[in-house]
Each structure stands twice: as structure tokens, then as C-alpha cells.
């Protein structure tokens, strides 16, 4: 009996360390990449042309204040358009979304299915196949140089409504809607105060992904901002790397970019906090 | 929790508050343009007709309050606004716009294409009144509609131009013979070689014994051979000689819609392969971290083609061992700083430049017009941009001023290059330019490493630029 | 009291239809006007000739199929196998490795320490933008990148790798990076759904002696059903739409030899001229294999459903 709780005992402890190594191992692909773009933020230009450096270079502040002075990179109020731009999209996506999945997951009507198939079969359609049409569109609709394209869109975001979807299906009993229903709350307000506090674990997943998502997009960005005071952060960094050549510095290019970084994770790290708190609390409940 | 609930609120306020910011000044925006608009509105109908037929001087009176300009990166803001606007001929209330849109994945081409095909119904002072273009697509907007005539439309002079290098008026002139652009600078490019490599290889670095050995692409071969049995590379990589080879084409690169690959590609070809089977070159790639390695105290190459910006910036920062930045010095000694020379190389080729046009329906014309002939055709202007910034300008008798000064590069041991250049601009023959150049030299180099990398056969990589050319111009057959 | 009751009465029978219609609108006003319509200009623009030479504008004309016909002739296969070779290799380790991780997550006997640090640097990766990240494995396997140096650094290598100049380096390195990107978002993804597993049920198989294996295969793995099925199917779409790392990496050319193109690659060469025509004719084809996939596996999770529910 001892004995067999012995070698059960060194299995688990064994796996254990075998976790630890992988997990180690991860974490060092991981960060290494955050590595590399700090001391390349670190090095100046002609340094970095020569080659790699495991070893910081001296050029930091050389880097961060020609980064932070240039007057033709805004870099400020592209920090603030990325961030209301990302922010506006992460809450917009993930509401109307819930919204959504939550019509399509209480209600019976008649059209339930077709909708659900619909959404299904959108959710394919890469982005990139309608950029022309939209990008046409906007400029009949007078919508360029605007935020709204950047922005609204994202009410309608397939995926998002499908992961809520299937959050619903698996935490989510009819019978709190119907309970709710003979507290007299409103079909709105139900929504808003019972379901919307339910979905916050998966609110905050999906707020982060549509956040970086929104964060990090050169490509629709670029074809629709003009001035120089509605660029985000993608469409400074291009700059940079297009800049001519007295004016090229990869020193910069990667200071812009560990400064376009630095936001995305302190969001994601206040955030990631609340959803494994959000989903503990959740399976401590079930 | 509620820490947690405080850090998201905090967020919550700060996009908050970025939103009231907006849409406060939002509105603000619009009444403003709107204003504007009325306002230029009304001025147009007389500006149109004004322009016309009485000169520019009294046009000017009836001028839109903001000049757009479209480029891609800063550079010729920086001059503009070093020798235009600070040298005070900016007239007042005008307002000059900068519209900087990056170049990556086609992305300034498509703002401004979407610019100019809406210039028609564009509120007048969200017109395009300027923009720059590069070489390698020139004639994709000298050849259309929205490119005015420099001479007929701006009112430049021959007398204005004279001064430019005719290769930079061939770039922007229209199959009908007329100029539509116009430049700041020029670019010839030579070939920059080790002194001390030389020295080993052939004995010698003087650059007259130098440009001997190297006259013509067989000598070149030669001296590649003789380089390679002394432990040196030739070239750096695979793109470095392709300039000299698509410059000097006997044809366009399309005839009607026909594509036609010109002999001396397939010389490019021929001799980048055959480099490359005997380790002549370093299989590098222009701008590559190696490529620059290969330029610095570490680098075995003979040689590279530089035009006049990337002698005194790139290659000046890649040859130092330490860096301006970290304390270095431009100074003998540091790194090899000192051991470059120039000669013309085998033939003659331009690399870079920037061109300006004025676009079809500016509502500025007589600003766009003082800004053209004050940066590219004033000798004194131009002259001290040279002087200031070490920038090849376009303006004959300004430069073989400097040429036959006893100007002197440290750089380059002392080597007087600017008379190099003088020498060299005036052969650069430019007259087999197509629109299609940028899309399709591209494309060329790409599909050929790959054959040179020993990846596919001539015929396959000839195959995989057919289709890519084709991928991007639609019009165009094999 | 008794009126209030006998809302409610009536109120269950009254149909809240109007409600799910009316939560849908949303949604669907902003997908018609930003989605549909250039969405369905664009299958329209798929039957004309229109595209742009220079600046001026060739088409619309009518052509029928031709623009099908030319695209089919060309090697869409090619990408399509390109495409799909390069997310297998790197699906495949990332479904893997974040089902692995969120088992020793939620593995309440293994009691891992520091896992909220673990949990929160593996998503990091997902943070950098994907063109910055092509950039950084641009250098470190470039042919004098750190990778080539230690690698000849410990003699396994005579001369450099040129990684970026061989077909399946390349696919495997764009692989790689995406399988960094995502899994730890899929790891996140199946924790949650793990941890929303009934302790109780978890309780009983310890208490039952099962092997890990066996709490994973019969516990785990059917009770995160739903879950994994989303993982599949958004990194399928992530598949089908795979486009910033390969573009940036290999600089848009799907090099070496166009066998790292993949569709939107293919789609985006057409963006160059704006090719509505081909453009069109090419995402209409993309929306069919779409469709087909979600088909598949829309039907595999119905099935799976009502299996489900036979069973309860």
C-alpha cells in the first residue's frame, strides 16, 4: 500500500517536473521575441544593421526621443486614436455580439435557424475579400479619413458572436431568463443586468482579442485615414519604415514599436487578471 | 475584485474621455470646413477663368487657403520647408498640407490614386494641388490626365529647366514629348570599391587605373575572377549590378502589351548565376543586414553600386565600427572610413530621386509654380542644398561648380566624387522608361533568385515573373 | 397581487419572437451596410472585366465565367495546398500544446505553482503585430542571424542554413510563428472552458482511480465539445485567411518558387491593380470552400448534439 502510494507519488512528481520544463521552455519562446525588440529599441541604426546583439546597445534615448520629437509622427495622438479606436471596438464587439448570441440563444422565432446558419457561413468570408467594395463604399458615403469605418463595423463581428454563442450554451440555463421574466425585468434589462454579468469571462476573452485585433491592423487603417492627426500606430510605424533614406533608422522603427507594445500589454495584463478571476469564480459557482 | 473593477473602470474613462474629446471637436471640424468650402466655392468660378487667360501673378489674389501635397515620406517636406517656407515665399493665408502616406504594400499609390480620381467632385480645398512620384512609376501619372504640363499648364520656361539633367525631364516626359514633372535632385549612381582590396587585387587604387580595369562588363568578369582566387567577393549580393543592367535596356519593358525581356536581363541573369555558382558574390539581398555587414570593417567585397545619397549616408554609417550615435567619429580609423573610392564602373545608371507634379485642378497654381522654381531650377537654392545637406542636386552649373572646386571627401581618401557624378549624370539615357518598370523589375529580381538560390530552372523562374507580371497588370501578355 | 399574477400568466403566452428579431438588428444593420453590400459587389464585379491600367479604369465590360476560367487555370491548387500545409503545421502543434497546458492548468492534483504568470506570458506573443514579428524571424534566421551563428556555433552546421531560400523552412517558420501567436489564445480559450467542466464530475473519476488519460479522454475532451469546436473552426478561418506573416516574411512574393503563397496572398497580388474582376472571381471561390467547411462542420456539431441529447 506504502509502496504503491510511493511510486504514485513519483509519477505525479515527475510530471510535474516534466510540466515545468515545458513550460519553461514556452515561456522562454515567448518572451524571447519581447527580448529581441527591446535591445533592437536599444541599438542604433547602423548597429543593427550589422547584425544581431544579444547585448543592449546604448542608443535608448537617442532612439526614444528622436521617436517622441519627430513633428511629422505624431506619436501621442496615435497612441490615443489606437487606443479609443481598439477600446471602442473591444466594447462595441463584444455588447452587440452578446446581444446577439443572447437573440438567437433565449428567443424562439421563426427565422432562428436561417439567422444562425447565415452568421455561420459570414463568419467564413475573409476580410479581405470585400476591402475593395468597402473601401469604395466609404468614399461614397463620405466616411473617409473618419473613424466610423475603424469602429462600427465591429458590431457585426461573426466570430465574436459565435464564441458568445457557444459560451451561452454551456453556462447559461433558461430557466434564470424565465425567472427573471417573473421578477417583472424587462426583456432589455435582463440582457444588460443578469446576462451580461453572466458573460463576463468571456466578454473579457473576446474584448482582448478584438482589442489587438483592432490594435495591430495596418491594412483597412491605411486605406482610409488620411491625416496625419487620425493615424494610429500601424500606419506610424509604416512610415517609419518607408522614411527616406537620410531619415530610415530601424533603431526607431523598433522603438515605435516596443512603445506601440507597451499599452497593449498593461491592458491585456489588467485584463487577463479579471478573466481568470472571472472564470475561478465562475467554475467555483458550478 | 473591486481593485480589479477600479482598473477597469479607469480604462473605461480614459476611452471615455478621448470620445467626448473627439466629438467635441469633432463638430468644430466640420462647421470649419464647411466654411471653407462655401468660401473657396465661391473664389472658384472666378479662378478658373482667371488662371486662364490672364497670368499667374494676378491669379494669385483668388488662390485656395490650402495647398495639399501627397508624398510618402518626409524628405521633401524637410526641404520645403528649409528652403521655401523658412526663406520666407510663402504668401500669407495659405496654408501648406502635408498628406503622408506610407509606401508599404502599395498603400501611398492607392491613396493617391483614390485622390486624383476624385479630384473632380473634391471640395476645393481638399483637392490635390501637389504630389511626388518615383521614377519606376512615373509614367503611370505623367502618362494620365492628372499631371499638369510643366511648361504649358505650371509656366516653367525652357530657360527654367535648362539646368536640370536631361535624364531627370526624360523620366516625366509623356509620349507626347511633354514634361510633367520636375526634380530637386539627381542621382547617378557609380560603382564604390576598397582601396585596399584594389590595391591587392589589382595593384593599384587609383580610380583612372580602376575605371581601366573595370571598363566593361567583361573586365568587370575578370577582375570578379581575380578577386575570387584572392579570397574576395566581387559583389555582395544578387541585385547589386541589376540597375546598371535596367538602366541601360535597348527597349522597354513592354511593347504594346507585350511583355519583352530585354538581352541585357538576361545578361543580369547570366552573370548574377554564373557569380553565384563561383562564389564571386555573397548571396545577399539590397538592404539585407548581411548586405550592410558586407560594406562595413568585416566585409570582404570589392565592391558595391551606390548612387550619390547612399555613398555619404548608408554606406558612410555601415563602414564605421563604431557608430555616430554610440561616440564613433566620422574619422580615419574608425572602422574603414577612408578605404572607399569611385569610379564610373562599367556603364552608366541613375538610382532614386524623388519628382513633383502638380496636379490637375490645384486651385494654386501660381504657389505650385514658385515652389517648383525655387527648388528645382534656382542655382543659388539648389547649390545650397548641396552644400547643406550633401544631396545631389539637379541643377547643371551648380554642380560643375562643385566639380571643379578642390572639394574633397575624407570618405573617399580625399577623392573629389562630385566630379564623378557631373560627369556621369549627363550619360544617363533614361528614354526606355515604361510605366510598368516599378511592378515589373520587381517582380523580375524575385522570380530570378530563386534560380540563382538553385530553386527552380530559368524556365521556371521565367514562368513564376510571368505570372506575377501579370498578377499585376492584367493588360499585359507574354 | 392577483393582477400581477395574472400578467405573468398571460405574458407566457405571449410570444417574445418580436424581442430575438429585435436584439438581431444591430447586428444586422451594421453587417448590411459594411459587409453585404461591398460584399456583394464584389461576387457582381466577378463577371466583368475591371481593373485598373495605370490610372485609368478597364471595364466594366460583361466577360461571363472568363475571369473563373483564368483563375482556375492558374495554380490555385497550388496555394490552396500551400495554404493548407502551412496551418496544419501549425495547427496541429497548437491544438496539441494548449490541450496539454490547459489539462495541467486545471489538474488540481498536479498543483502547478505560478501558473496566473505561466498563463499570462503565453498569450503574450499574440500582443506583437504580426509585421513586427515577421521582422524579428527575419533576423534571427537570416544567414548571419543568431540562429545560423549558434547552430555553427556548436558545428551542426559547416555554413550558414539560408532557411528563408528553402521551401520547407520557410512554410515551417511562418508555421511557427503563427503556433507562437495563437496558442496561447487557445490555450486561454480551452482553460476557460475546461474550468467550467462540473468539479463534481472531475470528483467522482479521481475518486474512481482513473488515469489521467482516462479523465482527458472521457471527461475532459467531451465536456469542452462546444469549446473545441469553436478553436477549430476560428483557426480554420485564420487558416483560410492566413496573409500578414507569410506577405511580410517572404515580402509578399510566397517565395521560394510561390510555394509559400497562400490564398489572400493570391487574392492581395490582384489588390495591385485593382483587379475587381479576378479579385471578385477569387473571393467568390474562397466564400464556396468557406462554405463547404462550415457545412462540414456545422453538420459534424449537429450530429454531435443530438447524439448528446439522445444520451441525457
Redesign the interface.
Known amino acids: 500500500m506504502k509502496e504503491k502510494r510511493d511510486s504514485s507519488r513519483l509519477l505525479?512528481n515527475m510530471?510535474?517536473s516534466i510540466?515545468?520544463i515545458?513550460?519553461v521552455f514556452?515561456?522562454f519562446?515567448?518572451?524571447f521575441?519581447?527580448f529581441?525588440?527591446l535591445v533592437n529599441a536599444t541599438r542604433?541604426?547602423?548597429?543593427?544593421?550589422?547584425?544581431?546583439s544579444?547585448i543592449p546597445?546604448?542608443?535608448f534615448l537617442?532612439n526614444m526621443v528622436h521617436v517622441l520629437n519627430n513633428e511629422?509622427l505624431p506619436v501621442l495622438s496615435g497612441i490615443?486614436n489606437s487606443?479609443?479606436i481598439a477600446?471602442?471596438s473591444g466594447?462595441l464587439a463584444t455588447y452587440?455580439?452578446g446581444?446577439?448570441a443572447?437573440?438567437?440563444h433565449?428567443?424562439?422565432?421563426?427565422?432562428?435557424r436561417a439567422?444562425y446558419?447565415f452568421i455561420?457561413?459570414?463568419?467564413?468570408?475573409?476580410?479581405?475579400?470585400?476591402?475593395?467594395?468597402?473601401?469604395?463604399?466609404m468614399?461614397k458615403m463620405k466616411l473617409m479619413d473618419n473613424?466610423i469605418?475603424l469602429i462600427?463595423?465591429s458590431?457585426?463581428s461573426p466570430?465574436v458572436?459565435?464564441?458568445m454563442k457557444?459560451y451561452l450554451?454551456?453556462?447559461l440555463p433558461l430557466d434564470i431568463v424565465e425567472a427573471a421574466?417573473?421578477d417583472?425585468s424587462g426583456?432589455?434589462s435582463t440582457?444588460n443586468k443578469i446576462v451580461v454579468p453572466i458573460m463576463k469571462?468571456?466578454i473579457a476573452?473576446q474584448a482582448i482579442?478584438t482589442f489587438?485585433g483592432s490594435?495591430?491592423n495596418?491594412?483597412v487603417p491605411?486605406?482610409i485615414i488620411?491625416?496625419?492627426s487620425k493615424k494610429t500606430l500601424?500606419?506610424l510605424?509604416?512610415?517609419l519604415?518607408?522614411?527616406?533614406?537620410?531619415?530610415f533608422d530601424m533603431?526607431q522603427v523598433y522603438m515605435l514599436?516596443a512603445i506601440?507594445?507597451f499599452p497593449?500589454?498593461l491592458?491585456?495584463?489588467?485584463?487577463?487578471?479579471?478573466?481568470?478571476?472571472g472564470?475561478?469564480a465562475?467554475?467555483v459557482k458550478? | 475584485m473591486q481593485k480589479k473593477l477600479l482598473v477597469v473602470l479607469l480604462i473605461g474613462t480614459m476611452l471615455l474621455s478621448s470620445l467626448t474629446g473627439c466629438s467635441s471637436k469633432a463638430p468644430k471640424d466640420t462647421s470649419e470646413t464647411n466654411a471653407s468650402v462655401t468660401k473657396a466655392a465661391k473664389t472658384e468660378d472666378t479662378a478658373a477663368t482667371d488662371t486662364e487667360d490672364t497670368g499667374a501673378e494676378e491669379a494669385g489674389a483668388a488662390q485656395g487657403k490650402v495647398l495639399n501635397i501627397y508624398c510618402w515620406n518626409e524628405e521633401f517636406k524637410s526641404r520645403y520647408t528649409d528652403y521655401f517656407e523658412k526663406a520666407g515665399k510663402l504668401p500669407e493665408g495659405i496654408s501648406v498640407n502635408f498628406i503622408i502616406t506610407p509606401s508599404d504594400n502599395n498603400a501611398y499609390q492607392n491613396a493617391l490614386d483614390q485622390a486624383l480620381l476624385n479630384q473632380k467632385s473634391a471640395a476645393t480645398d481638399d483637392k490635390v494641388d501637389m504630389f511626388l512620384i518615383e521614377a519606376d512609376y512615373a509614367l503611370k501619372y505623367v502618362d494620365s490626365e492628372y499631371a499638369l504640363d510643366v511648361k504649358g499648364d505650371v509656366g516653367l520656361t525652357d530657360g527654367d529647366l535648362a539646368d536640370q539633367y536631361q535624364y531627370t525631364r526624360d523620366i516625366v516626359t509623356d509620349s507626347n514629348g511633354i514634361q510633367k514633372g520636375t526634380t530637386w535632385q539627381a542621382t547617378p549612381g557609380l560603382f564604390v570599391y576598397r582601396r585596399s582590396i584594389a590595391k591587392d587585387v589589382l595593384g593599384t587604387d587609383d580610380p583612372d587605373k580602376v575605371q581601366e580595369a573595370l571598363n566593361d562588363w567583361s573586365k568587370f568578369d575578370q577582375v570578379a575572377a581575380e578577386a575570387a582566387a584572392k579570397g574576395y567577393k566581387m559583389l555582395s549580393g544578387y541585385d547589386d549590378a541589376y540597375r546598371t543592367f535596367s538602366n541601360n535596356m535597348s527597349a522597354p519593358w513592354v511593347d504594346g502589351n507585350k511583355i519583352v525581356i530585354d538581352d541585357n536581363i538576361m545578361k543580369w541573369v547570366d552573370q548574377t548565376k554564373l557569380y553565384t555558382d563561383k562564389g564571386y558574390n555573397n548571396k545577399t539581398s539590397l538592404w539585407a543586414p548581411e548586405w550592410a555587414a558586407d560594406q562595413g570593417p568585416e566585409g570582404k567585397v570589392f565592391g558595391f553600386f551606390y548612387s550619390t545619397w547612399g555613398i555619404n549616408f548608408t554606406l558612410l554609417g555601415n563602414s564605421l565600427e563604431t557608430p555616430v550615435s554610440e561616440g564613433g567619429k566620422e574619422e580615419v580609423g574608425n572602422g574603414i572610413y577612408g578605404d572607399y573610392a569611385v569610379c564610373r564602373g562599367p556603364e552608366s545608371y541613375y538610382w532614386g530621386g524623388t519628382w513633383i507634379c502638380a496636379a490637375a485642378g490645384t486651385d494654386n497654381l501660381p504657389l505650385v509654380k514658385d515652389i517648383m522654381l525655387t527648388l528645382t531650377c534656382d542655382p543659388v537654392t539648389m547649390k545650397q542644398i548641396t552644400e547643406d545637406t550633401q544631396d545631389y542636386t539637379n541643377n547643371m552649373t551648380a554642380m560643375n561648380e562643385l566639380a571643379n572646386s578642390d572639394f574633397q571627401s575624407a570618405f573617399l581618401g580625399g577623392q573629389n566624387h562630385i566630379k564623378l557624378f557631373a560627369e556621369a549624370a549627363p550619360k544617363i539615357d533614361m528614354s526606355n522608361i515604361s510605366s510598368y518598370d516599378q511592378g515589373l523589375n520587381e517582380s523580375f529580381q524575385r522570380a530570378f533568385k530563386d534560380y540563382f538560390d538553385g530553386i527552380v530552372t530559368k524556365e521556371e523562374a521565367l514562368e513564376n515573373f510571368y505570372k506575377s507580371a501579370i498578377e499585376k497588370y492584367p493588360e499585359l501578355t507574354k | 397581487m392577483k393582477k400581477e399574477r395574472q400578467k405573468i400568466v398571460k405574458q407566457k403566452g405571449v410570444s417574445y419572437a418580436k424581442w430575438g428579431y429585435l436584439f438581431l438588428i444591430p447586428f444586422f444593420t451594421v453587417y448590411i451596410i459594411f459587409s453585404l453590400i461591398p460584399l456583394i459587389s464584389t461576387f457582381y464585379n466577378s463577371f466583368f472585366e475591371n481593373y485598373m491600367s495605370g490610372l485609368k479604369r478597364i471595364g466594366p465590360n460583361f466577360i461571363g465565367f472568363e475571369n473563373y476560367k483564368s483563375i482556375l487555370n492558374a495554380d490555385l491548387l497550388q496555394y490552396m495546398n500551400n495554404t493548407l500545409i502551412m496551418w496544419l503545421m501549425g495547427f496541429i502543434p497548437q491544438i496539441g500544446v494548449a490541450l496539454l497546458l490547459a489539462v495541467w492548468f486545471s489538474d488540481l492534483r498536479l498543483r502547478l505553482r505560478a501558473t496566473g504568470v505561466f498563463k499570462t506570458i503565453i498569450y503574450m506573443p499574440n500582443l506583437i503585430m504580426a509585421a513586427a514579428f515577421s521582422m524579428l524571424f527575419f533576423t534571427l534566421f537570416s544567414d548571419s542571424g543568431p540562429v545560423n551563428n549558434i547552430l555553427m556555433g556548436m558545428g551542426a552546421l559547416g555554413e550558414p542554413f539560408r532557411f528563408l531560400s528553402s521551401v520547407w523552412a520557410t512554410r515551417g517558420l511562418i508555421a511557427g510563428m503563427n503556433f507562437l501567436m495563437w496558442f496561447g489564445n487557445t490555450t486561454i480559450v480551452l482553460m476557460a472552458a475546461i474550468m467550467g467542466i462540473d468539479g463534481a464530475l472531475l470528483e467522482a473519476a479521481a475518486i474512481d482511480g482513473a488515469s489521467p488519460w482516462k479523465v482527458f479522454s472521457k471527461v475532459i475532451i467531451p465536456s469542452i465539445r462546444p469549446i473545441l469546436i469553436y478553436v477549430i473552426i476560428t483557426s480554420m478561418i485564420g487558416g483560410i485567411q492566413m496573409f500578414d506573416i507569410p506577405q511580410i516574411f517572404t515580402k509578399g512574393a510566397g517565395s521560394p518558387d510561390r510555394q509559400s503563397m497562400t490564398l489572400i496572398m493570391y487574392l492581395n497580388n490582384h489588390l495591385f491593380s485593382k483587379n475587381y474582376g479576378m479579385g471578385g472571381a477569387l473571393s467568390v471561390i474562397l466564400f464556396i470552400i468557406s462554405a463547404i467547411l462550415s457545412v462540414l462542420v456545422f453538420a459534424s456539431m449537429n450530429k454531435d448534439m443530438v447524439k448528446r441529447k439522445g444520451g441525457k
Not at chain 1, 120 to 137: K, R
Open positions: 505525479l510530471r510535474r510540466s515545468y515545458v513550460l514556452l515561456v519562446l515567448c518572451l521575441p519581447f529581441v525588440l542604433s541604426h547602423p548597429d543593427i544593421q550589422k547584425g544581431f544579444f546597445g546604448g542608443s537617442t511629422n490615443v487606443l479609443f477600446g471602442m466594447i452587440f455580439s446581444l446577439t443572447y437573440a438567437i433565449a428567443y424562439e422565432f421563426r427565422l432562428k439567422v446558419l455561420m457561413l459570414i463568419m467564413m468570408v475573409p476580410v479581405q475579400v470585400s476591402t475593395l467594395g468597402f473601401v469604395d463604399l468614399g473613424f469605418p462600427i463595423p458590431i457585426a466570430v458572436f459565435f464564441f457557444q450554451d454551456s453556462t421574466r417573473i417583472g426583456e432589455f440582457f469571462p468571456a476573452v482579442f489587438v490594435w495591430n495596418y491594412f491605411s486605406l488620411k491625416s496625419n500601424p500606419i510605424i509604416a512610415q519604415r518607408s522614411a527616406d533614406f537620410l531619415k533603431g514599436v506601440a507594445i497593449v500589454v491592458v491585456y495584463i489588467c485584463l487577463s487578471k479579471f478573466i481568470i478571476r472564470v475561478t465562475g467554475s458550478g
